[in-house]
């Protein structure tokens, strides 16, 4: 693994694995060039190799990512940036694929890329040192890894619309408010929050997760009737586990599942 990309694994007490992942570029505010973009894309597949149940994405030092590298894209041709975006949205693609989820633990600035990061994750925690936005239209392109689509499926299309025309930053109460990020936390309790959320998930039935999240993410851009057959689907799917048969027979014997 490359030393812009960290990768822990620790487990919880019944022994599932929680993988952190961290973008280690603190000198550059973890600006995304090609090669953590590339780490970010090997570290999933080595969380998932690891057989993690839940993934934490953050960043070393003040930022949580500050946005796609600057200086990498300043000369790129016409093509070479759209491969760029591309090479991004693969890795966004990527982590919503995942079979286990990703909760993004926002530690300071989550611009531009690193706004679009954090929506490519299942949800978000925010530090109150947080600051958001995507500010590219103040460098004369737009969000290119995904942030015009999923900011406003996140926030609803007025507020991307706001948010990607002016370029402004906003705080973590205000990225709170409007449902950009789930709960915020200080700094210093926020890696807990979000081990304690992942420790919650962990204690599920794995196989249901990895339905939901794929029920919800597929479920999201089809209408209602389309989106809950995928459901009905997916809920018999459930049933084809002894998961299913393990989590409602501990319920019926009053005693806690044991999904491992
Ligand atoms: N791309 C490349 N380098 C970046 C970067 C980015 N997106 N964001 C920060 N950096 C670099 C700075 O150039 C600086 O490098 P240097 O020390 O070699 O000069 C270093 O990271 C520290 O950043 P600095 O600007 O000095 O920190 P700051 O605390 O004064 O300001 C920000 C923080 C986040 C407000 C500011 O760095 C910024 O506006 N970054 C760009 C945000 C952006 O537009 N992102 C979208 C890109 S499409």
Redesign the pocket.
């Given at each position: 693994m490359s030393d812009v990309i960290l990768v822990e694994h620790a487990k919880t007490d019944a022994g599932a694995v929680i993988s952190t992942v961290t973008v280690n570029r603190p000198?550059?505010?973890n600006?995304l060039n090609r090669a953590v973009l590339e780490g970010m894309e090997q570290a999933l597949g080595e969380v998932r190799d690891a057989g993690a149940r839940c993934m934490i994405l953050t960043g070393a030092g003040?930022?949580f990512v500050?946005?796609?590298?600057?200086?990498?894209?300043q000369s790129m041709s016409p093509d070479e940036a759209r491969g760029f975006a591309e090479l991004g949205h693969r890795v966004g693609h990527a982590m919503e694929a995942q079979p286990y989820p990703i909760i993004a633990a926002i530690n300071g600035?989550a611009?531009?890329?690193?706004c679009e990061l954090a929506m490519a994750c299942d949800f978000a925690f925010a530090s109150t040192k947080a600051k958001l936005g995507q500010?590219?239209t103040?460098?004369g392109?737009i969000p290119g890894f995904g942030g015009t689509q999923r900011l406003l499926r996140r926030v609803g299309v007025a507020m991307a619309r706001e948010l990607v025309y002016t370029g402004k930053m906003i705080d973590a109460a205000e990225a709170l408010r409007i449902g950009l990020v789930n709960s915020v936390h200080e700094p210093d309790a926020l890696m807990g929050a979000a081990r304690a959320s992942a420790e919650m998930i962990c204690a599920n039935g794995p196989w249901s997760i990895e339905l939901a999240k794929k029920v919800i993410l597929k479920g999201r851009d089809k209408g209602l009737s389309d989106a809950n057959r995928l459901e009905a689907i997916a809920f018999g799917r459930c049933f084809e586990s002894p998961q299913q048969k393990e989590g409602m027979q501990a319920f019926l014997e009053k005693r806690p599942a044991k999904f491992d």
């Amino acid at each position: 693994m490359s030393d812009v990309i960290l990768v822990e694994h620790a487990k919880t007490d019944a022994g599932a694995v929680i993988s952190t992942v961290t973008v280690n570029r603190p000198d550059k505010l973890n600006a995304l060039n090609r090669a953590v973009l590339e780490g970010m894309e090997q570290a999933l597949g080595e969380v998932r190799d690891a057989g993690a149940r839940c993934m934490i994405l953050t960043g070393a030092g003040k930022a949580f990512v500050a946005g796609a590298d600057i200086a990498a894209m300043q000369s790129m041709s016409p093509d070479e940036a759209r491969g760029f975006a591309e090479l991004g949205h693969r890795v966004g693609h990527a982590m919503e694929a995942q079979p286990y989820p990703i909760i993004a633990a926002i530690n300071g600035f989550a611009l531009g890329g690193g706004c679009e990061l954090a929506m490519a994750c299942d949800f978000a925690f925010a530090s109150t040192k947080a600051k958001l936005g995507q500010p590219e239209t103040k460098l004369g392109v737009i969000p290119g890894f995904g942030g015009t689509q999923r900011l406003l499926r996140r926030v609803g299309v007025a507020m991307a619309r706001e948010l990607v025309y002016t370029g402004k930053m906003i705080d973590a109460a205000e990225a709170l408010r409007i449902g950009l990020v789930n709960s915020v936390h200080e700094p210093d309790a926020l890696m807990g929050a979000a081990r304690a959320s992942a420790e919650m998930i962990c204690a599920n039935g794995p196989w249901s997760i990895e339905l939901a999240k794929k029920v919800i993410l597929k479920g999201r851009d089809k209408g209602l009737s389309d989106a809950n057959r995928l459901e009905a689907i997916a809920f018999g799917r459930c049933f084809e586990s002894p998961q299913q048969k393990e989590g409602m027979q501990a319920f019926l014997e009053k005693r806690p599942a044991k999904f491992d």
